[in-house]
């Protein structure tokens, strides 16, 4: 049995029954983003591998373990959040398909190398670092929130650089930062191939972007049909409960 700390919590891991996931309320839980994420992205079935930037507790490598049998490795930078993903691994079983790696994401294209990868993924920080005074005082999730240790450049960079010739980037993000994801797409040899907006019910604005770029690609735009989390009562839409609990 592993070992819990604090206030962190053992739970399911939405539909994947067989799954569970150690969270944390002040430390760190996952979002609908991390989900959305893990279901829009492009996943290498049986050759190739992963590797997924800001993993937080390890939740986007968990959820493509279900799509695929490649090896998966994320990495996070706070040392609390490693070693609960390094534990979500040992919970699950899957020591032999997934590994986490402690360390800063703008280090990861030196550590490779040549090295590259068939997919990256990644949820970064969305927001530009505020004045101290306006941080979250909850260090974990100002750093998960903010670009406290990296900007949005340094993350397309990273991502760009890992990726190898014709290999995805997947991405996670906010509208309003689109129209600069794209430009920095362009910029690190990402060509955008796939985009779609999130929205939290018909008649209101996007909330989230999900977004795929190719490594060296050739120019051409999906725009995917819009996502709408919620009816007009409030409730899941049916598309996103099959994503999320496989209904």
Do not use: W
């Amino acid at each position: 049995m592993v070992q819990l700390y604090g206030d962190e919590r053992i739970d399911f891991l939405l539909a994947k029954e067989n799954m569970r996931i150690i969270q944390s309320p002040s430390v760190f839980a996952f979002s609908l983003d991390a989900v959305l994420l893990a279901d829009f992205t492009y996943v290498p079935k049986t050759r190739g591998k992963i590797i997924d930037l800001c993993t937080g507790n390890g939740v986007v490598p968990l959820f493509l373990s279900t799509r695929s049998r490649v090896p998966i490795t994320g990495v996070e930078i706070q040392e609390r959040l490693y070693d609960m993903a390094l534990r979500n691994i040992e919970l699950n079983d899957l020591g032999d398909q997934l590994n986490m790696i402690h360390g800063d994401l703008k280090d990861m294209p030196g550590h490779y190398g040549n090295d590259k990868f068939d997919l990256v993924t990644c949820n970064p920080p969305y927001f530009p670092t505020p004045k101290a005074d306006e941080q979250n005082l909850n260090e974990h999730m100002a750093i998960a929130r903010h670009e406290i240790h990296c900007s949005l450049e340094d993350v397309v960079e990273s991502c760009s650089r890992l990726a190898k010739s014709g290999g995805k980037v997947s991405m996670v993000h906010r509208p309003e930062r689109m129209v600069e994801i794209i430009q920095l797409f362009k910029k690190y040899k990402l060509e955008p191939k796939r985009m779609r907006l999130v929205y939290p019910k018909e008649g209101k604005e996007a909330n989230i972007l999900l977004i795929e770029g190719v490594r060296d690609g050739k120019p051409g735009l999906k725009i995917l049909p819009p996502l709408y989390a919620l009816t007009n009562d409030d409730e899941y839409t049916q598309e996103l409960r099959e994503i999320l609990y496989g209904e």
